[in-house]
T-cell receptor, first 113, second 112 residues
């Protein structure tokens, strides 16, 4: 079952503009993670935000988490052509003593030079 | 500093053939995962191993088997390949729950 759902499915912007991507989830979580995937490569972890955090920054990335709305957003400021990739949100689901990540279907971001 | 290494990178099989996809990590991580990625479907978990000696089914385990050979290695086996198993397969690992996963670069598998 899909826990995280990203929005929009695809986004095309000009270099220098900001890109905002959203993720909604269904059940309570203790953290939410964002990953990037460049074409032909594996996923790379970008940022993890815990349920008791509302906002987190990493370089040009800003992630917010609203647990009351069960949603998160990823903002990339001053985008570059190299930011062209697919972006995924992922949420942990507990299975007994363990937890596993459930990924959304991803957002395809194209940054035009 | 290899991280997660998957072999092979590409493979073409005929229906009914068997194959083992290999995955090894050098980060001393406890948990390892196998996903498949299909267009429009995102990543779906096939099997995972929370720690050495344990394996559990994920969302789409049918047609696959796994072996956690030791702490470093986690293999995925297709006993009788079917065209529906054409996909890109990713292996991932992480040190513990609630920590990020580290991914390999995938195995692109085509079954004719």
């Amino acid at each position: 079952s899909q826990q995280g759902e990203e929005d929009p499915q695809a986004l095309s912007i000009q270099e220098g503009e900001n890109a905002t991507m959203n993720c909604s989830y269904k059940t309570s979580i203790n953290n939410l993670q964002w990953y990037r995937q460049n074409s032909g490569r594996g996923l790379v972890h970008l940022i993890l935000i815990r349920s008791n955090e509302r906002e987190k920054h990493s370089g040009r990335l800003r992630v917010t988490l609203d647990t009351s709305k069960k949603s998160s957003s990823l903002l990339i400021t001053a985008s570059r052509a190299a930011d062209t990739a697919s972006y995924f949100c992922a949420t942990p689901q507990r299975t007994g003593a363990n937890s596993k990540l459930t990924f959304g279907k991803g957002i395809t971001l194209s940054v035009r030079p | 500093n290899a991280g997660v290494t998957q072999t092979p990178k590409f493979q073409v099989l005929k229906t009914g053939q068997s194959m083992t996809l290999q995955c090894a990590q050098d980060m001393n991580h406890n948990s390892m995962y196998w996903y498949r990625q299909d267009p429009g479907m995102g990543l779906r978990l096939i099997y995972y191993s929370a720690s050495e000696g344990t394996t559990d089914k994920g969302e789409v385990p049918n047609g696959y088997n796994v072996s956690r050979l030791n702490k470093r290695e986690f293999s995925l086996r297709l006993e009788s390949a079917a065209p529906s198993q054409t996909s890109v397969y990713f292996c991932a690992s992480r040190v513990s729950s609630n920590q990020p996963q580290h991914f390999g670069d995938g195995t692109r598998l085509s079954i004719l």
